[in-house]
């Protein structure tokens, strides 16, 4: 097998189009190019069934009773925001108080910091550690006038599961509604809205090996018939809660992806966690000071998320760009290097035992090419840090350590405060293995793709 470089290890930003996605696609973009709110004519109709058509697959890997439940948006930052805001305009009769964690990704966070301006009052309950969030926490910030739980499933970069099913049942119990933003679950994972309680589940297809541009908000009927006031006013599309021609050639694709991820996700769950096992394992016997984010087991399959000590992210991320793509943190926030709010919020340093015995990483399925992607970050008061998985460099990085005169703490438990992560090396950018390194070292992850994926 041949590699091809730069490898793809950021598939928690977005995973590149499934062929068979495209392929579905292509003639909604030519021969059968019809409205599908056109009812008179046979054009239409086509259109009408493909759009029916992906509702019903997309339903099927979430597990929602009715298809009709599934609102198509432009993505999962629009969900989110009708989700939330619908319900905030919807509802605020009967309460003004939202409770939330201090993990939902930017488009969760800054749509609560809006209603907070609207008169709102919101609740960030804190995670633990592992970024997992106590349910016991959220249940004594519900108050009288809370109309919305809103957690993520997954989160966008430590990959922690929240207890969702438990969280919809205590939400069931308080009458209260439950969004969740299954952006990085829905297809990676089992998700069922009625088994799990939830009433409004967010995703997109672009993580899910579809296109860009399309997304999907589920919206309970029955038990209870959630009531959402829309973003924007027009046609009165997708039950009147999002108006706007739907993107019929994203939409069907959005739903083949869908299909293919309901059919190959056992095996593809599997074949990527046994790939980040590898590759935590390697990591975390081979640097000193590294340590695992997020919960070592209540994780997606295929999310890495590593801190380590005494390292500049930057400076570390220039120096693996060329050869592979990695992330430092969520993709809407690479623009800044202030330090991730998510590593920020799991407390001081590492709280686990031992650095060794937690696991995570982001890959992706790729029919033809090499397979894995990762993401790691130094979890440092002032920075964050991607790194180029080469056993060879990550032993630089560990002698570098030792030079600049870092005292190992293995063995020792974690470093007792923030402070003591601060960054002080700084990796040359033209550090990092030769591209002989990385072939060599590679091919341990280069297994080809399952059958059902190829
Ligand atoms: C957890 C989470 N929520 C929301 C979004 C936003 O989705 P979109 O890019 O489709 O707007 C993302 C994007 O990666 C995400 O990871």
Redesign the pocket.
Known sequence: MTLKFPIFMDA???TPADPRVVEAMLPYFTERFGHPASRNHPFGWEAESAVDGARERLARLIGARDPKELVFT???????NLALKGVAEMYREKGTHIVTTAI?????MDVCKRVERQGFTVSYVPVQADGLVDVEAIRAALSDKTILISV?F???EIGTIQNIATIGRLAKDRGILFHT?A??AVGKVPVDVEAMGIDLL?C????IYGP?GV?ALYVRRKGPRVRLAPLFDGGGHERGMRSGTLPVPLVVGFGRAAEICREVMPEEGARLKGLRDRLQDLILSSVDEAYLNGHPERRLPHNLNISFAYVEGESVLMGLNKETALSSG???TSSTLEPSYVIGALGPAPSWPTPRSGSACTGSRRPRKWSTSGSARSRSSSDSVTCRLSTNWLKRVSISNRLSGKPSRRGRGPWPTATRWLTTTTIPATWGPSPRTLRAWAPAWSAPPSAATS
């Open positions: 928690q930003s977005t432009s993505g999962g930052t629009e969900s989110i939902e990704q930017r488009a969760g993520m997954a989160n966008n933003d952006t990085q967010s997109t297809a672009h993580l860009k997304g969520s993709a809407c």
